[in-house]
C-alpha cells in the first residue's frame, strides 16, 4: 500500500498530509496524482470492487505541503463543496519567509488577475477586467536570523492567493521562485503548508479540527513547531 499519510478518515471524508511535489489531481505531466493514490488506498482497505468514488473538494499548489480534504459519498463532496463557497470553513497556513510581514499581524486585500499561459497571478488595480478580490488575515509568529514564521487564514481561495499576497507585501515565501524568492529549495518545494482546517462535518455535524504536521526533515519547519509549543 502506498506511503500516505492519512491525518482523519471516516466513511464520508478522507484528509491527507500532502508532500510537496505530489499533484493533487492529474495535468499535462503526466506523473500519478494525489487524488488516484488514495482510490488504491480505499480500494486495497476495504477490499472495494469495482472503481472507488473519490471527490476532490479543494486543491493545493503542487510546490506545497499540508491538508488535502477528499470527499468519499457524493453527498458528502455537495455538501463540503457548499461549506467552502459558503466559506463556513476556516483554514490555516504555515510559511516561513525570506523578510518579516510590514506589521505583526493584519488583514490584507487585494485583486488578483491570473495569466493563464504564466500560471501565475497578478496583483491590480479593483478596476481591472478579471481582477477577483482575494483577502486573508496574517500573524508574524517570530523570526530568525534569516527567515521569519507567518500564520495565515485564507478568506478567499483564489489562484495562488497566498503566495502573491505575501510577495506583494515584501514577505516572499522561502523556495518560491515564481513570486521572487532568492533561490529555490532543493527538492523543489516551497516553504508553505496548509496547517489546519475547522469545519461542520458534512454529515455527522459535529465540529471538525483536523491540523497536519509540517515536513519533519525540515529545521524551519521544525523551528517554526517549537514557537507554537
Known sequence: MD??????????????????????QGDKSGDEPLSDIVKRYIK???NKPGEVFLGTVHRLDRPTSGIVLFARTSKALTRMNALFKSKNIQKTYWAVVEKPTPKKSGLCIDYL??????????VKS???????RAE????LKGSGNNYSFVEIKPVT??????????SSMGAIIKGDLKYGARRSNKDG?????????????PVKKEPIKIIAPPPSHDALWQAFLDLNN
Do not use: C, W
Request: hydrophobic share 30%.
Open 44 to 46: 486495497v482497505k476495504y
Open 113 to 122: 488577475q491570473k495569466n493563464e499561459k504564466q500560471n501565475k497571478s497578478y
Open 157 to 166: 481561495g483564489r489562484h495562488h492567493q497566498i503566495r502573491v499576497q505575501l
Open 126 to 132: 479593483e478596476t481591472t477586467s478579471g481582477a477577483k
Open 3 to 24: 506511503n500516505l499519510d492519512v491525518v482523519y478518515e471516516d466513511n464520508h471524508l478522507i484528509v491527507i498530509n500532502k508532500p510537496a511535489g505530489t499533484l493533487v
Open 189 to 201: 518545494s516551497i516553504h508553505l503548508h496548509a496547517r489546519k482546517l475547522e469545519f461542520i462535518h
Open 136 to 139: 486573508l488575515s496574517y500573524e
